[in-house]
């Protein structure tokens, strides 16, 4: 099991950015593929974007492709979502997720671990 807190969510501008950070507990980070999800009020969890465990292979939903980057960084057990142009319709609460076997998958039911969330409020 390994525990995932989120943190760097808040209100922004449209047109703004924001870092998402999720801090992993563990010595096993290294070797998840870890992913975001975003769900807003009234919407299904939704994927956003993957990364392998080695940050080899990325994967990213075609609304935020070219906007939203994930990265990682394995020395400090910590996953990365950077957020630029923000829209309003990326507004919704951020979960990062651990897959601690297989690779990149988009499917929310793949992952087994799961952060409480980060709030993104993004205004017109």
């Known amino acids: 099991q390994v525990q995932l807190v989120e943190s760097g969510g808040g209100l922004v501008q449209a047109g703004g950015s924001l870092r998402l950070s999720c801090a992993a507990s563990?010595?096993?980070?290294?070797?998840?593929?870890m992913s975001w999800f975003r769900q807003a009020p009234g919407k299904e969890r939704e994927f956003v974007a993957a990364i392998s465990w080695n940050g080899g292979t990325t994967s990213y939903a075609d609304s935020v492709k070219g906007r939203f980057t994930i990265s990682r960084d394995n020395a400090k057990n910590t996953l990365y979502l950077q957020l630029n142009s923000l829209k309003p319709e990326d507004t919704a609460v951020y979960y990062c997720a651990a897959r601690t076997w297989g690779g990149i998958s988009r499917d929310r039911n793949s992952y087994n671990n799961w952060g409480q969330g980060t709030q993104v409020t993004v205004s017109s």
């Open positions: 563990g010595r096993t980070f290294s070797s998840y593929t």
